[in-house]
C-alpha cells in the first residue's frame, strides 16, 4: 500500500514536472511568433492576420478575412494619442480619394479610448472606417508598437509591404491595386 | 489581545476602503492603472497614451464616477490588462488565491514529509536490534574489559 502510495506521488510529481515544461515550451513558441513587420524584414510575404473587431463607429464590425479574393486592402493601424498618425492618417484619406473604388482603407484604432479616437477621425477629416483594438491584441500580431503602421495586402490576402518611407505610399498602393 | 488589535485595524479600514470606492483620487487611480503603452502605472509615465487616460479618469471623478465604474469602463475599452492587478472577483480571484493555496499546499507538504521523517526515525532502532544471541556475546566482551 505505502509502496503504491509512494508510486503514485512520484507519477504525479512527474506529470506536473511535464505539464510545467510544456506551458514552458507553448509561452516560448508563442513569444517568437514573428509578427507582420518582422515577417517583411526576413522577406516574406505572410498571410494578413485575420481579425474581426468592431467600428468605431458603431455601425456593426469588419471582418478581414470576408474581404480577402474581393479587394487589396490597406490597413492602418493608428490611435489619437499618436501624433506621427495624424499626418499619415491625413495622407491615406488622400489616397483614398484616387484609388478608393479599387482598394479598401481600413483603420485599427488601437490601444486608445474609442470616444477619443471619434473625435479625431472628426476633427482631423478621417472619413475611412475603422475599428477599435483596444487591448492592442491586433497589432501585436502585425508586429506591435510602434505606430502609426500602415500595411499593404493584395486581393489574396498576403502582405506585400509595409509603409517605411514616404514613397512606399504610392509605390505599393499601384503594386496592390493591379493585384 | 493581538486578534483584537487585528479585528480592531480591519474595521478601521472598511470605511476608508468605502470612501476611496465612492470618491476615488487621481493619484490613487493612477496607481492601480497601467500606461498601454510603457508597461508602467499610469503615475510613472509621462506619454501621451497614458497622459489621455489620465484625462479620461479625471472627466470621470468629476462626472461622480465610483472607482469601480472608472476601472469597468477602462476595461472595457482596453481590456483586463489595464489593471495593474486583478481585480477581486470573477476569474481574477484565481490570481489572488492561487498563491495562497499554493503556500498552503507546499506547506501542508514539508509539514508531511516531516511528520513522516520523524517517524521513521523513531521506528529505526527496531528496525536494526541485534540478534539476542548476538547481543549477549557483545555484552560478555564488553563486561570483560570493563
Not at chain 1, 479598401?104 to 472628426?122: C, H, L, N
Not at chain 2, 489572488?96 to 508531511?112: E, K, M, N, R
Request: some cysteine; proline content about 5%.
Amino acid at each position: 500500500m505505502a509502496r503504491s502510495a509512494r508510486l503514485t506521488t512520484q507519477a504525479l510529481a512527474v506529470a506536473l514536472v511535464m505539464a510545467l515544461l510544456a506551458l514552458l515550451v507553448w509561452r516560448v513558441a508563442r513569444d517568437s511568433d514573428k509578427g507582420v513587420s518582422q515577417a517583411l524584414k526576413d522577406g516574406e510575404q505572410p498571410t494578413a492576420p485575420a481579425f474581426n473587431l468592431k467600428r468605431l463607429d458603431g455601425h456593426g464590425r469588419i471582418d478581414l478575412a470576408s474581404l480577402r479574393g474581393k479587394k487589396p486592402i490597406v490597413v492602418d493601424f493608428w490611435a489619437s494619442w499618436c501624433i506621427p498618425c495624424i499626418h499619415e492618417s491625413k495622407r491615406l484619406e488622400a489616397a483614398r480619394k484616387r484609388y478608393g473604388d479599387r482598394v479598401a482603407f481600413i483603420g485599427v484604432d488601437t490601444k486608445d479610448f474609442s470616444s477619443e479616437a471619434r473625435a479625431w477621425k472628426r476633427k482631423h477629416g478621417i472619413t475611412y472606417p475603422s475599428v477599435h483594438d483596444g487591448s492592442g491584441n491586433v497589432l501585436t500580431k502585425w508586429g506591435g508598437l510602434p505606430i502609426p503602421k500602415i500595411f499593404f495586402v493584395d486581393r489574396a490576402g498576403k502582405v506585400v509591404g509595409e509603409l517605411i518611407v514616404e514613397e512606399d505610399l504610392p509605390r505599393y498602393l499601384r503594386q496592390i491595386a493591379s493585384s | 489581545m493581538r486578534i483584537a488589535l487585528v479585528l480592531v485595524a480591519a474595521l478601521l479600514a472598511v470605511p476608508v476602503a468605502h470612501a476611496s470606492e465612492r470618491h476615488p483620487k487621481q493619484s490613487e487611480l493612477e496607481g492601480e492603472v497601467m500606461c498601454p503603452v510603457c508597461g508602467t502605472t499610469l503615475d510613472q509615465s509621462n506619454s501621451p497614451a497614458a497622459a489621455q487616460i489620465k484625462r479620461v479618469i479625471a472627466r470621470r471623478i468629476v462626472a461622480g464616477d465610483t472607482k469601480s465604474e472608472i476601472k469597468d469602463r477602462l476595461v472595457a475599452e482596453y481590456g483586463e490588462a489595464i489593471l495593474a492587478a486583478p481585480r477581486r472577483r470573477g476569474f481574477g480571484l484565481l490570481a489572488w488565491w492561487v498563491p495562497i493555496a499554493g503556500i498552503l499546499a507546499a506547506g501542508a507538504l514539508v509539514g508531511f514529509g516531516a511528520w513522516r521523517w520523524s517517524r521513521a526515525r523513531e521506528r529505526e532502532p527496531e528496525g536494526r536490534r541485534l540478534d539476542p544471541a548476538l547481543e549477549r556475546r557483545l555484552d560478555d566482551e564488553l563486561a570483560r574489559w570493563e
